[in-house]
């Protein structure tokens, strides 16, 4: 069978090379502890019910505080239940919430939440943010690399830390105003990276599982891939807090480390692929390239 | 209404900006003139037909002459008619080919065709290609550009050019040998660019219209994204050469030129987004962010 390279995990093993040989992404994974991965914090994660399955999203409250909190409020008085995706823009993005948020007379009540919020587009290096730097140059910032398994990058000269639009970002929609955005409206990033949309708007969190639920939606044909007809939108059934949903019903996830020596072989794996399909290893590695493996604990 | 940037051509005009100001994009579109776009070639232009439309590849001869050639000579004997999409893998490609061909018995006979051809992952610049250079750096490559519409990249130490793996890429599968393939099995690039596979396998083309009915098939829960029944397949109606097609019923496309002015000033306008609703302009684009626009002829 013709595969086109090794993409997934069912990758040949090594038996002539020496043991000094660097391991490929399978064996960094196989021969990973399990002091290398780290279980999502259900206070930070959310589940949004879709009609074909779950899309299990990560906040990241260390990049975006005002806008998870905001969002934390909304999720837990149901406001997101029954509203819709109404957005899919083929290789950009895929859009939720209330498709007649701009009808004063319709729009459904954000309760206790804040309806805009001051711009969380950068936030000081000094937070502390952890960050795990990728050894490569990067065109869009001085430095990226990984925040507790975000992408991300720095600036050491402004001192300023963000999150970067890789495929699975998550952000907050807004208008022209800076501080029009309240977390009531997400996106997904469905396509090839928009990194040009860094410190240009709030990015909340990640998806981390059932992405294909959103890049398989049919796109929209009006302006922006908005859809046209309320026929078209698919309803949410609910998103809520993992905390909220008894521990039977969770998706129970893990995900890889990036502070680790292991996340930073499967870096080097990836950065120059050893397996036998590749003829030419790249010697590089975009920031949006670089897989975060997630898996179903064990 | 909270659209996320604009990344459509619904762009609002700068009516108090002084008349130095550079275009948007919008504005370089609106201000273009015959020259700037050429149609294109229907000896190089492929239609796939599926069940829910078309799908437009335009070959790149000047690439990959070999493949193009023995893909010419495939489609013309009716070789891919009634044959299968047999992979669609999240954030990577959609596959497209005889399921059976692994199968000797079974397997569609390829005809005059060769069953493999040499590796075409890069030839020598002095083939002529042109080449208009991108201003920025790129990781994967030392420098690169367009060619013809075709995201590409040259090596001026090695002599050599070849296309890039950005979205909407077509490519020729192969095995673990370089010259494993021959063009009966195709993919094109779904998801955020798999630059790492430039040098590694032969592309031959570019999808110019219908990304979309790749992008939002059902994922493959199969090992690299196969599907795992044959019921899971979507049948090919045909795949026609434009040339072979009556020209009432041909796709009508064309396509901005890459070494023109104009496509400079379309550069420019994406790498400093200068609407509105941005804040921050990137000073900078990645290769694959470089919109090339297609419209139908005028």
């Known amino acids: 069978m013709l595969t086109l390279g090794v993409s997934g995990l069912g990758v040949s093993s090594f038996a002539d090379e020496p043991l000094s040989a660097p391991p490929t992404m399978a064996e960094v994974i196989e021969r990973s502890t399990p002091a290398d991965w780290r279980v999502l914090d259900p206070d930070n994660t959310l589940y949004m019910e879709l009609p074909a399955g779950r899309v299990v ?101 402004s ?13 907050v929609a807004r208008g022209n105003e800076s501080d029009s955005g309240s977390g009531a409206q997400l996106y997904a990033v469905t396509g090839h990276a928009p990194r040009h949309l860094d410190r240009n708007i709030t990015l909340v969190g990640r998806v981390m599982q ?36 008894p521990e039977a019903e969770r998706a129970g996830l893990e995900i890889m480390r990036t502070d680790t020596q292991a996340f930073s072989q499967l870096v080097e794996a990836r950065r120059n692929r050893r397996e036998e399909w590749f003829k030419a290893p790249a010697g590089y590695i975009e920031l949006c390239n670089v897989p975060i493996v997630v898996r179903r604990r064990k």
């Not at 837990?76 to 029954?82: A, S």
């Not at 009006?222 to 026929?231: I, K, M, R, S, V």
Request: net charge negative; proline share 9%; glycine share 10%.
């Open 159 to 171: 001192g300023r830390t963000w999150l970067c639009h890789c495929y699975g970002a998550v952000g």
């Open 210 to 245: 059932g992405m294909e639920l959103l890049t398989t939606l049919p796109r929209g044909t009006g302006a922006l891939g908005f859809y046209e007809t309320a026929a078209e939108r698919l309803p949410i059934k609910s998103i809520r807090l993992a905390t909220d949903v």
């Open 57 to 157: 999203i990560e906040l990241a409250p260390g990049f975006a505080p005002l806008h998870a909190r905001n969002i934390r409020m909304l999720v837990r008085t149901g406001y997101f239940d029954g509203l819709a995706i109404m957005r899919s823009q083929d290789n950009y993005v895929a859009q939720w919430g209330d498709p007649d948020s701009d009808d004063p007379r319709k729009a459904r009540s954000l309760g206790e939440a804040r309806d805009s919020l001051p711009a969380e587009f950068t936030v000081p290096v000094s937070t502390g943010t952890p960050f795990t730097r990728l050894p490569d140059a990067d065109g869009y910032a001085p430095q990226v690399g990984f925040a507790n398994g975000f992408p991300a990058a720095r600036d050491p000269v």
